[in-house]
């Protein structure tokens, strides 16, 4: 689903590397192409038509470019492209959003943060995906508004354990953020998160912080996070934050996981319709995408790694988009960028 703005031209970015990584490995995959966001209400009218629908849940793995732009930004519309985001993820029960920050020592430079505060980066942002102020019941009149922001225990549940395990499996460290002074929904999200590692991850060493806490922290000391696990729209906002870590949300992936089912992955990048058409998106956030597609969707953990490797080599090797060129280098297009990266991927 290439979507809106930049999405298209990310989108080709993306299965063009899917289909050298076919070509190398002696894969074989198959696309069907569908609409979401506004592309599909001008042509449907819904921002999510069923045979979209039907389509991504007949499929081992979507991908997704960016929905969104100036064309449907009312808020007052009845239907906007973000609709088809959330019902996406609806329809693919997909409750676990992954963002991993790693920071590439090459593009430091790029980050607003200075040097020293990036040495060390590595953490990953689990959100929780389908609940929340979200997905909460909403009312309007002409003098109020309200969003109702609900939890229950067992989307907190699911959420942390699967935050958890993967926290094992890195260095053990879990953050859950929550508003637990104020909210009581995020006073049920920890009393669930700390009886839940308690009895099911007593080796997983467990942090409560508050909302505000985190968004300092991440800015302060971002070294310090391993897996930072928390709701829909704390989470929402906290990995937008800690994309400016690696100098450019154009830099960085996310996968959107359920029990089972397909995955769905997209660059955290938004459509970014200032720059649509001019073939200057930074391609890295949808191929960094693709191998995690490889990686939890197909199983496919050597030609995830090396899809990795290859953007690791291209970054070092100098290459750059315009979004984290400094200095006087001279910026590759997105499919010039697109091709070197395909060009490091080991035959």
Not at 44 to 65: F, N
Not at 282 to 307: T, Y
Request: proline fraction near 5%; charged fraction near 20%; include cysteine.
């Amino acid at each position: 689903m290439a979507g809106d703005g930049i999405g298209p031209e990310v989108a080709v970015a993306g299965t063009k590397t899917l289909a050298a990584v076919a070509a190398l490995s002696g894969h074989r995959f198959t696309f069907s192409e569908q609409l979401i966001g506004g592309a599909a209400i001008d042509a449907t009218g819904e921002p999510l038509p069923q045979d979209t629908i039907a389509s991504c849940s007949e499929s081992d793995a979507v991908i997704l470019g960016a929905v969104g732009g100036p064309k449907w930004t009312d808020p007052n519309a009845a239907v906007r492209p973000e609709q088809g985001i959330l019902a996406l993820r609806a329809a693919l029960q997909v409750f676990a959003n992954i963002r991993p920050v790693q920071i590439f020592p090459e593009l430091a430079d790029a980050s607003p943060l200075k040097n020293e505060l990036l040495d060390g980066v590595d953490l990953v942002v689990i959100r929780e995906l389908t609940g929340g102020i979200y997905f909460g019941e909403k009312m309007r009149d002409e003098h109020s508004a309200s969003d109702l922001c609900i939890y229950h225990d067992y989307e907190v549940e699911r959420i942390v354990r699967f935050a958890a395990r993967l926290a094992a499996e890195r260095r053990g460290n879990l953050c859950s953020v929550d508003k637990a002074n104020v909210l009581e929904s995020s006073r049920l999200w920890r009393d669930v998160t700390t009886r839940l590692m308690s009895a099911e991850f007593p080796g997983v060493n467990l942090e409560h912080m508050l909302v505000d806490a985190a968004s300092m922290y991440l800015i302060r000391r971002p070294a310090t996070f391993d897996v930072i696990v928390t709701e829909n729209m704390f989470g929402d906002i906290l990995t937008d934050e800690a994309s400016m870590l690696a100098g450019s949300m154009g830099m960085l992936p996310s996968a959107s996981l359920g029990d089972s089912g397909a995955g769905l992955y997209e660059p955290i990048h938004g459509s970014a319709p200032d720059i649509a058409g001019q073939g200057i998106a930074n391609p890295c956030g949808m191929i960094a995408s693709i191998a995690m597609l490889l990686r939890h969707s197909l199983n496919l953990e050597e030609e995830a790694d090396a899809v990795e490797k290859a953007i690791q080599t291209v970054i070092a090797d100098g290459a750059r988009t315009a979004d984290i060129a400094t200095g006087d280098m001279t910026p590759l297009n997105t499919e010039q960028m697109t091709d070197r990266i395909i060009a490091a991927l080991p035959a």
